[in-house]
Structure formats: structure tokens, C-alpha cells
Nanobody, 124 residues
Framework: EVQLVESGGGLVQPGGSLRLSCAVS????????MSWVRQAPGKGLEWVSS????????TYSDSVKGRFTISRDNAKNTLYLQMNSLKPEDTAVYYC?????????????????WGQGTRVTVSS
């Protein structure tokens, strides 16, 4: 059974930083590309970032490029998202997901396994 446990969210002021973690089990993490997606209040799912299985290639949405960094520790079965220079528009519930995505990925139909997510609120 695939399990995804996101953590690290919270309330942060604009310009602040947070580091999200996603602890996984139930599948071969080290050979699985992974992504972060988010859902802002009242909006649909939005792809944020993806990373290949070995960590050697990463991609980002235009809205977070240069501010967020995705990484992974295959020995610890954990995915990370370092978020810097946070903006109010980054407020959302963040989820990790299996697979490599892009802006055009139909997330609703592409993602089968979901964790509980971790809420990020950027506000002064």
C-alpha cells in the first residue's frame, strides 16, 4: 500500500521560508519520479515541481521557479520542497505525488495515491 505523509507546513510571513517533507512507503521510491502539487483555497490542483528518480533533473512551474527547490533522499525514502521568498499566493495545501509532471498534466486523473497534505499559509 502506497503511503505518503507530508509535513512541514505552517504559517509564515511573506518573504519567509519553509521546508516541506514527504515520507513515503509501499513502493520503490528510489526508482520513482516524484512531484509536488498544491491546491489553493477555492482553486484546482496546480503542479509545482518534479524530480526524476535519481534526483539529477528537476523542473518547476513558472510561478515558483527560482524560489522553490525540490530534492530527495532515496536512502530515507523522503521527498523535500524548500520554499524561499514565500508569497501570499503560495498559500495552499501541498501534496507529494508519484510521477513526473508538467504544467499540462491532468493531475486529477494522473494521481492515484494521495497523502493528507500539509497546509502552507503565507500571511502577515
Amino acid at each position: 500500500e502506497v503511503q505518503l505523509v507530508e509535513s512541514g507546513g505552517g504559517l509564515v510571513q511573506p518573504g519567509g521560508s519553509l521546508r516541506l517533507s514527504c515520507a513515503v512507503s509501499g513502493f520503490a521510491f528510489s526508482s520513482t519520479p516524484m512531484s509536488w502539487v498544491r491546491q489553493a483555497p477555492g482553486k484546482g490542483l496546480e503542479w509545482v515541481s518534479s524530480i526524476v528518480s535519481g534526483g539529477g533533473m528537476t523542473t518547476y512551474s513558472d510561478s515558483v521557479k527560482g524560489r522553490f527547490t525540490i530534492s530527495r533522499d532515496n536512502a530515507k525514502n523522503t521527498l523535500y520542497l524548500q520554499m524561499n521568498s514565500l508569497k501570499p499566493e503560495d498559500t495552499a495545501v501541498y501534496y507529494c505525488a508519484l510521477g513526473f509532471m508538467n504544467t499540462w498534466t491532468p493531475i486529477d486523473s494522473s494521481v492515484r495515491d494521495w497523502g493528507q497534505g500539509t497546509r502552507v499559509t503565507v500571511s502577515s
